[in-house]
């Protein structure tokens, strides 16, 4: 045999050893880190096998003129570097392999990675401050990138429960994202960031919530118009919408978000007053006009205009909607006439018109039988009529001889007996029998007359002018006052819940005030305190009056408009709804149709 020489042994040997420490391959090509920012540690990965199955490290490359190298891990195991980058660019991050003997694979192949800038965190994050509990809140931020880059957001409503990330939007756009605190509390909401090349701005943006039982859940801030009219609300496969209708021109149409279903200014139109009514099926919306002398229907899906009736009309007051969809208006000088109106479909039809010959009231009511009752004026005898007519337009009954005279007359309202109540401008509470006989009456309360509702116990509920709320027993005697110049919701006819709860709004407080029908006060809500998410002092408010009267829907939120405030508010409130009353709130019904027989 023949023996090798000492130094061919020694070649061999050492290629043998060479060959059992080199890993079999180069490692993995350098995994891009999900997310990072400039001049923050990034982390990124490879992996390469061992052929003895030792440990290895990693040796990362950055592209910048700095290494890094890795702790050792199992062959197979991935492995990871950390680096921050001092600029922005475009780097190439190459990595190699070394186990515990010293032997080093290849360099991998090169991933390019680009280091941005990161999006601009925003000032401030939009949405409420004080919420309601287990309701859904939106909040949202503007996004901007100084590279035009697309960003993507993720809030972070709580400690350990964050949303998650969003779609890239274009830079400048609006991210949303909503969240529902089931316990009252003060939360932080925080934000982060990140463009499309996964460049994180971590969160140095901070919003403190606070969610209690009852708060602002959301108002019309962008449309920033003026009301006097309530809304009226209609339930469409299972979807609630709440139509209002403004000062300047506009007829609206919102979800119970607050979205914006539809906006339509009919041409030529000028400012609404009075609340909008539904038909009884809830596909049309009646409107009345004064300066423009017109009613319009639209169609409450889309807004579509569907005819208008202009006749000379000086309308005033809500239109009221009889048991067969027929439409009672009134109208003032230089006529004063109660007219009746079919809709036909495409056109209106003028079935009767009944000349009173004197003022009459800013809108008419009718009992559960279609009888429409109004009052009426005249002057200069300084008389104030109660007046029943019959559907076919026929006078059945008047009396003139115990309303005081009253310059501003409102429509009467309807109590479980089917007896009609009205006031004077003097605070008189009358009642009337249905045939015209007259039940009783108390002069000695101050009721404003156009704020008077009925629970299902039959009490009446009444606004008083003097800055306060009466509940009046079935037989006219005062069951409990609130304090004088306490509340002063003149002008507003309060809303009853479903919960035997009563709710007014108080503009010149700006709140929303709650009482049990016992008169006692359960909570006080400013709204502005609300939006803002701040506690002050209360303080009388020399803004403008407030017309419209609250409205409970069937989701459990309240609904009302302001004037000179923020519009269309809307409040959480629990889960009551409209009371099952004879007269629960103005013009009887979430709809707004005056007819004392309407179911909804």
Known sequence: MRLRTPSALLVCCAAVIAMMNCPTRAPSMPAVPFAGLVRDSLAFFTTATDPKGGDIMFVFDWGD???????????????????????????????????????????????????????????TILGPGWYGVNRWARYRVVVTDPDGDSV?????????????????????????????????????????????????????????????????????????TDYEASPALRVRDGELLIYTVSCEDSVECHRADGSLVWQVAPDPSGPFYYAPSLSPDGSRLYVSEVWEDALYCFDADDGALIWTLHDSLCLSGTPAI????????????????????????????????????????????????????????????????????????????QDSTHLAYSEHLYPPVIDASGRILAADEDGGLYCFNPDGSFAWSNTEVYVYPGGITVGPDNRIYAVGTEGDIYCIEPDGEVAWATVPGGIDVMGNAPCIASNNTLIAYDPDFDEIVCLDLEGEVLWQLSLLDSIEGVSRARARSDEGDEYSSPIIGPD???????????????????????????????????ARSGWAGRQE
Request: proline share 4%.
């Open 65 to 123: 003129g700095s290494m890094s190298t890795s702790r050792f891990v199992q062959s197979g195991d991935t492995g990871y570097a950390c680096h921050s980058f001092e600029g922005t660019g475009v780097f190439s991050i190459r990595a190699k392999a070394v186990n515990r003997d010293g032997g080093e694979s290849d360099w991998s192949e090169a991933v390019e990675y680009t280091a941005t800038q990161p999006p601009v965190l925003p000032d």
């Open 556 to 590: 459990g939120n309240l609904y009302l408009t302001s004037y000179g405030g923020l519009g269309l508010y809307c409040v959480s409130f629990g889960d009551a709804t409209l009371a099952d009353a004879p007269w629960p709130t103005y013009a009887h019904d979430a």
């Open 152 to 224: 993507a957001a993720k809030f972070i409503w709580r400690n350990g429960h964050e949303s998650a990330w969003s779609g890239l939007v274009a830079s400048g756009d609006t991210i949303t994202d909503s969240v529902k605190y089931l316990i009252p509390g003060v939360w932080t909401i925080q934000i982060l960031l990140r463009d499309k090349g996964n460049t994180i701005a971590r969160s140095a943006v901070r919003k403190q919530v606070t969610t209690t039982q009852v708060a602002v859940l959301w108002w019309d801030e962008e449309m920033e």
């Open 322 to 397: 009889g048991p067969d969809g027929e439409i009672y208006i009134v109208h003032c000088a230089p006529y004063t006439e109660l007219i009746k109106v079919i809709d036909e479909g495409g056109s209106p039809r003028i079935e009767w018109r009944l000349d009173m010959a004197v003022w009459i009231s800013d809108g008419v009511t009718l009992d559960r039988n279609g009888v429409v009752y109004l009052l009426t004026q005249e002057f200069p005898h300084d008389y104030t009529y109660l007046v029943a007519v019959s559907s076919d337009g026929m006078i059945l009954w």
